[in-house]
């Protein structure tokens, strides 16, 4: 048991904040384009920029300062040597991290996380990585050997691109960083489109812009040179059946007290803050966990936040309300009317930087935008419990798949399509049943597809290719996005079944570049507000790995553990709810009484849609056409994903491709850069 | 009854909601008419609810829970046939 005296100087500053850097190939790096890089993302940490420049290197952060100032700026700098680090994140074992060091004689100047990294790098070099427990994008300057190393957490909280060309080498939190240099060309790259269009979102290391790469969770990149390729590493392999040994104990109340220890123990770990912690409640019972965990550690009544939606199809407010009056939280919450999706959509594709298949980032965007003016820094969401869990419907669909496919000739086995779609209405409804069961009827065979789970989504992926403008069309009928992603499966995916597999797949797309990344880091900190995600604790998914997945998914129960570990303190209503899936309006949010927006029907125009190439016009029009008359309740996923993926893309050919969203919406809001001069012995002055 | 509903008529409009409604590549000379749609995977879940209330609206027929099925509306001509019984009009050979 830790003291309070421990406790408060476990207690540091959190990071919140923004990096971005650059290593010219010749000639000198200047403050002034540090500045300019570091402004374009000061929404991540928008009260300091402090920086680094020497020669050709320029190294830099903005961040939000809260306390120890003094302490926390960056970067960190090591004089003799020269090192120079900048990170965004949290690093839950600094501290531990800190007194190894000082016992193996490293004197600290600093109580800062960025100080402790930086001799950890000096101690252990690359290895430091496999060290660290937390959300992280790391950037460190190797004076020793001119390397540069980019380094990001395991399962791809924070965020880190890189371009590289013959001039200039650069690193940012966000893209919009990068374009702030001259040198780099701004074009939309079109695998992204079909990896999106496909997948959901794009896989391994791309981003949404030719050229611009993402470091891919769990990996660390090392520039030797300027413009050599990177030495790309990966540290981390989520853990994967067939090279676990199962937990084995006598039954299941034996699991369920150690799974809920185990998860108190991730929640107290990512609590760490100097801030209030607060918590995201969505009315499911992944978050409520997380909170119900969260209040029984911190003191005074926890503050919790929602979003509810005038649009009863999506709204969970009576949830939200039942959870929050049970365990007495101080809750509030953000109500999204019928025309918020589409006001705000411009912004949120801003942030977000890469084609969007829903619109459901936008109402957690204007949710941080409610917390920041709370006073909220630092919230708890339950992200990640359903990948690990097996909570998605995609892991039952597959196994009803498989039993059914076992005897085609069952109705009964297919009729489990409307037990584990019973929120969607044609599901529910009996009339159209027969029907459906059709379209999985033809999805039975399996033919050893190693991709066989993906197989439904991707084709009705596959389907939207018509969208595409014959010039498009044409490069997408000549590229496999299949061949990319599998560039990044581990080893051991082929020997694994079908539900691994999947798993597999939805933390490399879905979790990694679209939850924690479109819907996660880049909503939050639009308003400098921090995502803490006990389900992703890297201690606490491989302990969920190695618990035998009938915990996990016992029949078409899902995430059957979570539910009754902590089953005798949530409320019933909760615990038996059935689930629902979070989303926003999608095509129906940009035709409030028949009518889209002036920038929808502007950059949905055959003129700019012609200028832009991407889409084929006819089809674009049809889908407009279909959402200014829709009169059903509920639109099908395809016309959703199709619309939301062609204005996004329109939007982020318009504010980057053309520019019009980099230039500074605030200009009085300009922070001044202050440059860090090195020390010795690590030691850091301001200039 | 429609008295203006022929089975060619009943086809075509069934054919030109198909394309006007759901992104495909096909045309009316290459849009399969024989072969399940939702199996082809020419229209999604929501498709069939689009599409039974589109037959139901234009043809001002009511369409019964056990008539929704492969035999009845598994590809646009038993779909024609199934609206042309219960309008009373003679299939004709589509």
């Known amino acids: 048991m830790e003291t309070a005296g421990a406790l408060l100087l476990r207690k540091r500053l959190t990071e919140m904040c923004g990096i971005a850097g650059l290593v010219h190939a010749n000639g000198r790096a200047s403050r002034e384009e540090l500045h300019r890089m570091l402004q374009a993302v000061r929404h991540r940490g928008p009260e300091r920029l402090g920086g680094y420049v020497s020669h050709a290197v320029a190294l830099g952060n903005a961040r939000l300062s809260i306390v120890d100032l003094e302490g926390g700026i960056q970067p960190a700098v090591s004089h003799d040597p020269e090192i120079v680090l900048v990170f965004n994140g949290e690093i839950f074992n600094y501290w531990s991290l800190r007194e190894s060091l000082i016992a193996k004689g490293h004197r600290f100047e600093t109580r800062s996380e960025a100080e402790t990294l930086l001799r950890l790098y000096a101690e252990t070099g690359e290895e430091m990585f496999r060290r660290i427990d937390g959300q992280f994008a790391i950037a460190i300057w190797d004076g020793r050997n001119n390397s540069l190393i980019l380094g990001r957490d395991r399962v791809g909280i924070r965020p880190l691109f890189w371009f590289q060309n013959h001039e200039v080498l650069a690193f940012a939190s966000e893209v919009k960083a990068l374009f702030q240099l001259p040198s780099i060309q701004r074009r939309l790259d079109y695998r992204a489109l079909v990896q999106t269009f496909r997948f959901w979102t794009v896989a391994g290391d791309t981003s949404g812009f030719e050229g611009v790469r993402q470091v891919p969770p769990a990996h660390y990149a090392v520039f030797d040179s300027v413009t050599g390729s990177p030495r790309l590493r990966r540290y981390w392999e989520w853990p994967f059946p067939g090279d676990l040994e199962y937990l084995k104990l006598a039954n299941d109340q034996e699991y369920f007290r150690l799974f809920a220890h185990e998860f108190r123990e991730s929640v107290d770990r990512q609590r760490m803050a100097d801030v209030p912690v607060a918590s995201y409640l969505s009315g499911g019972i992944d978050s409520t966990v997380v909170a119900m965990c969260l209040a029984d550690l911190v003191p005074g009544k926890l503050r919790t936040y929602s979003v509810t939606f005038a649009d009863p199809e999506y709204d969970e407010s009576s949830a939200q309300r039942i959870v929050a009056d049970h365990f007495g939280f101080e809750h509030a919450a953000v109500h999204i009317g019928p025309t918020d999706v589409s006001d705000h959509f411009r912004d949120v594709v801003f942030h977000a930087e890469t084609p969007l298949f829903r619109t459901a980032p936008t109402p957690l965007f204007l949710l941080s935008k409610r917390v920041h003016e709370d006073g909220i820094k630092v919230v708890t969401t339950g992200e990640g419990a359903d990948e690990i869990l097996l909570g998605y419907d995609l892991f039952r669909e597959v196994a009803i798949r498989n039993f059914w496919g076992r005897q085609p000739q069952s109705r009964w086995r297919g009729s489990l399509f409307s037990r584990l779609y019973a929120y969607l209405p044609q599901y529910r409804n009996p009339r159209y049943l027969n029907l459906l069961l059709d379209f999985y009827r033809a999805t039975l065979r399996h033919d050893g597809d190693p991709h066989y789970a993906m197989a439904v989504r991707w084709s009705n992926g596959k389907a939207l290719d018509v969208f595409f403008s014959p010039d498009l069309r044409r490069r997408a009928d000549s590229y496999n996005p299949v061949d990319d992603l599998e560039r990044w499966l581990p080893p051991g995916y082929m020997a694994a079944d079908d539900i691994a597999r999947a798993q597999c797949i939805e933390m490399q797309t879905l979790l990694a570049n679209y939850l924690l990344s479109s819907q996660g880091d880049r909503m939050s900190m639009a308003h400098a507000v921090e995502g803490r995600y006990p389900y992703l604790d890297h201690h606490f998914i491989e302990f969920a790995a190695r618990l035998p997945r009938r915990l996990k998914l016992r029949g078409l129960k899902d995430k059957f553990i979570l539910r009754n570990a902590f089953g005798a303190r949530i409320p019933e209503q909760i615990r038996k709810r059935p689930k629902m899936a979070y989303q926003a309006p999608d095509l129906k949010g940009f035709f409030v009484n028949g009518k889209a927006p002036e920038y929808v029907e502007a950059l949905l125009s055959p003129q700019r849609l012609a200028d832009v190439g991407l889409f084929d016009e006819p089809q674009v029009a049809q889908l407009v056409r279909k959402g200014r008359e829709f009169k059903l309740a509920r639109v099908g996923m395809r016309d959703n994903m199709a619309f939301i993926l062609v204005i996004s893309t329109m939007l982020l050919d318009d504010l980057f491709v053309r520019g019009n969203g980099l230039s500074f919406k605030d200009q009085t809001a300009t922070s001044r850069l202050e440059l860090i001069e090195a020390g010795a012995n690590g030691r850091s002055s301001n200039a | ?94």
């Open chain 2, 1 to 94: 009854m429609d008295d203006r509903a022929t089975p060619e008529s009943v086809r075509d409009d069934i054919v030109q909601f198909v394309l006007t409604n759901f992104p495909t590549d096909h045309t009316a000379s290459t849009l399969p008419l024989h072969e399940s749609l939702v199996e082809r995977g020419i229209i999604d879940s929501m498709g069939v609810v689009e599409l039974v209330e589109f037959l139901e609206k234009r043809w001002s027929i009511v369409i019964d829970e056990s008539e929704i099925t492969r035999e009845k509306m598994g590809g646009v001509i038993k779909m024609a046939n199934l609206v042309l019984e219960k309008l009373g009009i003679p299939a004709a050979k589509l």
